[in-house]
């Protein structure tokens, strides 16, 4: 591991005050750790910011915010998440392990980098780890990686199984910097690679996050599924974050569908939620809706069985939700 | 960097490099050896322990952000010369072999009794549910045994949650 110096910052306006060319925040470093090991992530200073008093889970005006540094395990498990956005704690609690969902912080799994084997791999060409040098993933494994929203520079996803459960909630992201506060709505925090897959966000250097905030749940019924190569401990192939809300005559009255392990990031599916819309709440207005979303994917020679386990995913999570 | 630990209840202040681990600390400055290096990289949980009670992969927290915190190791969970529970049925019910991944599942286990509310393979998400076989191994998920030893680590693990 590269040298570098250690400071835990006072405030989050400490830590925005002390921000400089070459420093990185640090959470719970379940990720950050593992990147500065693998030499992938050379921060010269650490900023620790994972003792700051943003670790509290409070209702506001009938919204729901989760400080940045809420640890994963409170957040699945406080009363409140459980009760009224159960799509979200049941998406935390199918992430990583107990050990790390007790140390990884909300900001930082957001915030976590793609599992690509090539970005993690020093040796080896990647346009995410060093703009300009290629993307082996494109002709190499790419096995597990994206077949919507990517391009000939990237074809990485983004690991969260939260970040797809929160796109689906609308949440908010609260963000301080150098430039002020500002408010970014999910699925807006993370971009799809275009030609500067170096950038996962749309966050500037220096801005740190400070909160995630959860407006009243939308009506309906929800769930949170995913699909992976164990039963537990793993990163999803394909998973869903899904709301429907079917009125009196049977018809959809309102839809939300979120994907995760298919992009670069969370994949709000609108085309498919358009669809939906005034249809009745049946398989078959399931798979049209389904299929015209999945029109848009261009898989890879390795990953083209995702867009069929994406399809059927869909259909059975709808057709569970349905009445 | 100057930093103070208590570990096993002993409290200790170090001069360390900002780039060692808690497990390297353990294991190499404090002689700790039970916590195992599996794999460096949070995916084995050979090198669990407890921090504030809590349990937590070492090989991911830098030593210097441990400041001021607790920590328990395998070393710390015996009261004496008497076995901690779950020590004593890892042994009652011959819950492993080689041993490497042991001290681990302990720390583990023990954190994860403590750990209320559901998991993912939980129905219903409000429920505070009972610590079935299927509950225990969704939650010990985070532990490998190379030697394949999960059946009996499982019942250890169940006798000491009844
Ligand atoms: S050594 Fe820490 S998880 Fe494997
Ligand atoms: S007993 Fe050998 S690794 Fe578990």
């Known amino acids: 591991m590269r040298p570098f110096d250690y400071a835990r910052a006072a405030s989050a306006a400490d830590a925005v005050r002390r921000y400089r060319p070459g420093t990185m925040y ?159 709505p999910m699925p807006g925090l993370h971009r799809l690679p275009g030609d500067a897959p170096e950038r996962d966000t749309v966050l500037e250097p220096g801005d740190l996050v400070t909160a995630v905030e959860l407006p009243p749940p939308p009506p309906g019924a929800s769930l949170y599924r995913k699909v992976r190569e164990r039963a537990s401990f793993a990163f999803a192939l394909v998973s869903i974050a899904a709301v429907l809300d079917v009125a009196a005559d049977g018809t959809v009255a309102g839809c939300r569908i979120a994907l995760g392990g298919l992009a670069h990031a969370p994949w709000r599916a609108e085309r498919a939620e358009r669809e939906l819309i005034g249809r009745p709440a049946t398989g078959g207005a399931f798979l049209a809706a389904a299929e015209s979303e999945l029109e848009q994917a261009r898989p890879l020679p390795r990953n083209a069985y995702k867009v069929p386990m994406a399809r059927d ?7 569970e939700l349905a009445p | 960097m100057d930093i103070r630990l208590t570990v096993n209840g002993r409290p200790h202040t170090l001069d360390v490099d900002p780039r060692m681990s808690l497990l390297d600390l353990l294991r190499e400055r404090l002689g700790l050896i039970g916590s195992k290096k599996g794999c460096d990289h949070g995916q084995c949980g ?8 809590r349990r937590a992969n070492s090989c991911l927290a830098l030593a210097v952000a441990m400041d001021g915190l607790s920590v328990t190791t395998v070393e710390g969970l015996a009261d004496g010369e008497h076995l901690h529970p779950l020590q004593a049925a890892f042994i009652e019910h011959d819950a492993f072999q080689c041993g490497y991944c042991t001290p681990g599942q302990l720390c583990s286990a023990a954190g994860m009794l403590g750990e209320p509310g559901p998991s993912a393979v939980t129905e219903n998400l409000l429920d505070d549910p009972e610590l079935t076989p299927h509950e225990i191994r969704e939650r010990m998920s985070g532990n490998l045994c190379r030697c394949g030893a999960y059946v009996n680590i499982v019942s250890a693990i169940s006798e000491v949650a009844r």
Do not use: W
């Open chain 2, 46 to 53: 050979a090198c669990t322990v407890l921090v504030e009670g």
């Open chain 1, 313 to 319: 995913l869909i259909v059975n999570t709808l057709e």
């Open chain 1, 26 to 184: 640090l959470g719970g470093g379940t990720n950050l750790v593992d990147l500065m090991r693998l030499g992938v992530a050379r921060p010269e200073h650490l900023l620790d910011v994972s003792r700051l008093p943003l670790d509290a889970v409070e209702e506001v005006r009938g919204r729901l915010r989760v400080g940045a540094a809420v640890r994963n395990t409170d957040l699945a498990v406080h009363p409140l998440v459980r009760a009224r956005y159960p799509m979200l704690a049941r998406a935390v609690l199918t992430g990583a392990s107990g050990q790390i969902r007790n140390m990884a912080t909300v900001a930082g799994n957001l915030l976590q980098r793609t599992r690509c084997a090539y970005f993690q791999d020093v040796s080896r060409p990647c346009n995410k780890r060093r703009p300009g040098s290629g993307c082996p993933a494109i002709e190499g494994d790419h096995s597990n990686l994206a077949v919507l929203g990517h391009s000939g520079a990237c074809v990485a996803t983004h690991p969260s199984d939260m970040a797809v459960a929160l796109a689906a909630l609308e949440a908010e992201v609260h963000v301080t910097g150098p430039g002020g506060d500002r408010i970014i």
